[in-house]
């Protein structure tokens, strides 16, 4: 005898059926990525959340400037090594700029990210 299935009361399908149906629905090759099996989260109303990667690019060079990696010191000027000045902005980066008269340099600067997240294999 088979038993229908309470689908008021959450997720009722398997992890396996919510991971195709993601994959299916929402992947985009190179915008949003699944692993082979990603994780599953059972939610309160009838569904599930799937776990996802989607892909962000880095900001344009043409509008930052170049990008420079900022270390534990005082920044200095990629160019010519004087002390530079800069503004945070919101997305954690800084605008710096040289202040050598003579230079002027314009870059952006990141802060380096230890908690790198293996690459997604497709
Ligand atoms: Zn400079």
Redesign the pocket.
């Known amino acids: 005898m088979t038993t229908p299935i309470d689908t008021e009361g959450g997720s009722a399908m398997s992890d396996r059926w919510y991971q195709q149906q993601a994959k299916s629905i929402h992947g985009r090759d190179g915008a949003i990525e699944f692993d082979d099996v990603p994780l599953v989260s059972a939610g309160g109303d009838r569904g599930a959340y799937v776990q996802a990667w989607v892909w962000v690019d880095d900001p344009d060079p043409d509008d930052v400037g170049p990008i420079f990696i900022l270390g534990e010191e005082p920044t200095t ?1 990629p ?4 002390r530079t000045d800069f503004d945070e902005n919101d997305d954690d980066t800084q605008s710096h700029r ?1 202040l ?1 008269r003579d ?3 314009d870059f952006l600067g990141v802060f380096d990210d230890d908690d790198d997240a293996e690459p997604v294999a497709t």
Do not use: A, E, K, R
């Open positions: 000027c160019q010519c090594g004087s040289c050598n230079c002027g340099f």
